[in-house]
């Protein structure tokens, strides 16, 4: 029955395309170059949205004062978090989809960042669903820390990743991984810590570091959220060093793969307008402000990163012929309307559960209340 289904399927998307100016439009260079566009628009959703709590993780013992706040702080994030998780399911579903072999390529050449990320990540959701559940105050401790470091490794690893993408890894013409055979089992870490790399890390943290306090300064009220205004000018001083770092560093050590274009200079000028106007947001005393500038220098930079890299998906830092692009990883064009029909249908759905979710736990968390055996936070949502 479903084969049936997915034949009736793909046998209509070719009779539509058929048509001479849909046949012209979907042709598959065109629908290589849609996908991509589709794949930034999931990884930007994903770092907006998963951003913040990661973020709150990362700052979890830098404003709470004591256990209290802490429960309200995993209160801040707790109706979100899973949600905000299923964009990066749904980038890594699509990546698979519709470049297939660019997908076993990256999940080969990082193997071990991946399985610790998939580690912290599992860890982060246990440790806010047993850190409610825990009886004693020492437990709930070893809990927060496990949320906090899990989050600041899963975000470092993040980073690092897309850093070393953006550099260039050591693939062969196959899309394997070519190290050097005497280089040892350690080869398969060490050969994409690099200065760019490390800084791209560095970059991911304080960048959601910085969203995530943002979010504690929209969610709360009171003495708590002044706390948490007099420690935004160190982190943000700290976000600056490392932002202007890794500018640095990219310009430098990236190959020069689509860098003179009038988009990158138009977006890299309103993601510094953006980096500009957080201090004056959080001077004003506009929470909104500031933490949609936050969002938009996320946006901004994965914009960036997919504009320098494409059309490929990796680099080859030992020959350019080797790069994989978004041709030669592409499904089959059957695969990728199939597909852009899901996401057409599916990506509208996750969109509108996330704007439920937020609508419904909208407003301000009353620190005064603590949290209950469950685990929540009294809000005020009127």
């Given at each position: 029955?479903?084969?049936d289904l997915l034949l009736l399927v793909e046998t209509g998307l070719q009779g539509v395309v058929q048509a001479p100016r849909v046949a012209e439009i979907m042709s598959p260079d065109w629908l290589c170059h849609l996908w991509f566009v589709i794949l930034c628009f999931l990884l930007t959703g994903y770092a907006i949205l998963d951003g913040f709590d990661l973020g709150v993780g990362i700052i979890h013992f830098l404003i709470a004062r004591d256990d209290r706040e802490r429960a309200a702080q995993a209160g801040a994030i707790g109706p979100f978090w899973d949600g905000n998780e299923v964009w990066l399911v749904t980038f890594g579903g699509a990546l698979f989809a519709s470049f297939p072999l660019a997908y076993g390529s990256i999940f080969s050449a990082f193997m071990v960042p991946v399985m610790i990320v998939l580690f912290c990540l599992i860890l982060r959701a246990t440790s806010l669903e047993f850190r409610s559940k825990a009886g004693?105050?020492?437990?709930?401790?070893v809990w927060d820390l496990a949320f906090s470091g899990s989050s600041l490794l899963a975000t470092f690893l993040f980073g690092a990743s897309v850093g070393a993408v953006m550099g260039g890894i050591p693939i062969d013409d196959s899309g394997a991984l070519k190290l050097e055979e005497s280089s040892g089992m350690m080869a398969e870490i060490t050969f994409a810590i690099t200065p760019l790399s490390v800084a791209s890390g560095m970059l991911a943290v304080?960048?959601?570091?910085?969203?995530?306090?943002?979010?504690l300064n929209l969610r709360t009220t009171g003495e708590y959220q002044s706390r948490v205004r007099k420690a935004f000018p160190a982190l943000y001083a700290a976000f600056v060093l490392v932002f202007v770092a890794t500018t640095v560093l990219a310009l430098r050590d990236m190959p020069p793969v689509?860098?003179?274009t009038i988009w990158?200079?138009?977006?890299?000028t309103l993601n510094v307008l953006a980096v500009l106007n957080l201090p004056r947001a959080m001077y004003y005393g506009r929470p909104w402000g500031a933490f949609m500038s936050s969002s938009l220098v996320i946006a901004a930079l994965v914009f960036l990163f997919g504009r320098t890299v494409h059309p490929n998906l990796l680099t080859s830092s030992l020959d350019a012929a080797w790069n994989i692009d978004i041709f030669e990883a592409a499904s089959t064009k059957a695969t990728m309307l199939t597909m852009l029909v899901v996401v057409c249908f599916g990506v509208p759905f996750v969109m509108l559960y996330t704007a439920i979710t937020?609508?419904?736990?909208?407003?301000?968390?009353?620190?005064?209340?603590?949290h209950t055996e469950?685990?929540?936070?009294d809000q005020d949502t009127k």
């Open positions: 029955m479903n084969a004693s105050r020492f437990m709930r401790f304080t960048l959601f570091a910085l969203h995530g306090l943002l979010f689509g860098r003179s990158i200079a138009v977006v890299a937020y609508w419904t736990f909208r407003g301000t968390l009353d620190l005064s209340g603590g469950e685990g929540c936070i």
